[in-house]
C-alpha cells in the first residue's frame, strides 16, 4: 500500500542551489528503481530556504528496501553533503492553518 511521506531539507550554507537540483533528481531515481509510485512529487521552498518535498513510496516494504540499494545509498549521500533534514514540524510556515510554500518546478 502506498505510502506518502513529507520531508525537509534544510540547505547548508552555499548549497541551495546544489539542494534543488538534486531533488529535482530524487524521484526519478527512486522511480527507475521501482520503489515509489507514478504520483509526481511535490517539491516547494519555505521562506528560510528549506526544501520540501512530498511523494508516494510503493510501499513500506520499499521504503526498507531503499535503505540497501547502493544507487538510493549514493544518492542520500550526496544530501548529507549539502543539506541537513529537518522535521516538517519545525518548519516555521507549518505553524498556520494553511501552510504556503514557493513551489520548486520539476524542469
Known amino acids: 500500500m502506498e505510502r506518502i511521506v513529507i520531508v525537509g531539507y534544510k540547505p ?3 548549497k541551495e ?3 534543488k537540483e538534486l531533488s529535482k533528481s530524487h524521484w526519478k531515481t527512486l522511480h ?3 520503489l515509489v509510485t507514478d504520483r509526481e512529487p511535490i517539491l516547494m521552498e519555505a521562506e ?4 520540501i518535498e512530498i511523494f508516494g513510496w510503493i510501499s513500506k516494504q520499499a521504503m526498507e528496501q531503499a535503505h540497501s540499494n ?3 545509498l549514493k544518492m542520500w549521500g550526496e544530501y548529507s553533503k549539502i543539506c541537513e533534514y529537518v522535521p516538517i514540524g519545525k518548519i ?3 505553524e498556520s492553518l494553511f501552510s504556503e510554500f514557493t513551489p520548486i518546478n520539476p524542469d
Open 92 to 94: 516555521k510556515e507549518t
Open 70 to 72: 547502493p544507487k538510493v
Open 32 to 34: 527507475r528503481l521501482g
Open 48 to 51: 528560510n530556504g528549506t526544501v
Open 12 to 14: 547548508l550554507n552555499g
Open 17 to 19: 542551489k546544489e539542494l
